[in-house]
T-cell receptor, first 113, second 111 residues
């Protein structure tokens, strides 16, 4: 298996623009997680899905952030409009079950100017 | 509520010496405990986990961790550090979902 795939790997955009981050989980994994990592706040769980259904989005910072999982092999995290404080590395991870190891993608490094 | 703490932001160890990265946790039930490692510009990689059974868990790259229920700790250890072990290490705990990650400990192995 190719592992968790994220795209793009790097994104530079201007404040106010829409940003869409993409994730393909490992086939057969029922859980998908979106995390954000910054120096100041460390690793934060934004939202997670079970069988394509959002279970907990309490970590989503505000309404500018939204996430979808239209099918078992694809998820998006959208920021609209983006702000400089959204600059971070965004990770997607997946796991087979709720107690199993999470497998992380390589991350998307986002810079909002 | 579940929580996890990594009390050290950074740990410095000379190459060849034993290393320990500390982790304590708080849960209401029986914990699932994990260690992950992050190398520069990479995602987190799984090292080892404790769910049940033997308190000493062995993982990748020669690492091991000891589950201590009375001290609510799950410290990561390695008998002899390598320069290549230098990375950011995360402890994680799951009692009720989701998994909670600690803030990370940066490990520096000095040649």
């Amino acid at each position: 298996d190719a592992g968790v795939i994220q795209s793009p790997r790097h994104e530079v955009t201007e404040m106010g623009q829409e940003v869409t981050l993409r994730c393909k989980p490992i086939s057969g994994h029922d859980y998908l997680f979106w995390y954000r990592q910054t120096m100041m706040r460390g690793l934060e769980l934004l939202i997670y899905f079970n069988n394509n259904v959002p279970i907990d989005d309490s970590g989503m910072p505000e309404d500018r952030f939204s996430a979808k999982m239209p099918n078992a092999s694809f998820s998006t995290l959208k920021i609209q409009p983006s702000e400089p404080r959204d600059s971070a590395v965004y990770f997607c991870a997946s796991s087979r079950t709720g107690v199993e190891t999470q497998y992380f993608g390589p991350g998307t490094r986002l810079l909002v100017l | 509520a579940q929580s996890v703490a990594q009390p050290e932001d950074q740990v410095n160890v000379a190459e060849g010496n034993p290393l320990t990265v500390k982790c304590t946790y708080s849960v209401s039930g029986n914990p699932y405990l994990f260690w992950y490692v992050q190398y520069p510009n990479r995602g987190l990689q799984f090292l080892l986990k404790y769910i049940t059974g033997d308190n000493l868990v062995k993982g990748s790259y020669g690492f091991e961790a000891e589950f201590n229920k009375s001290q609510t700790s799950f410290h990561l250890k390695k008998p002899s550090a390598l320069v290549s072990d230098s990375a950011l290490y995360f402890c994680a705990v799951r009692d009720i979902y989701p998994v909670i990650f600690g803030k990370g400990t940066r490990l520096h192995i000095l040649p």
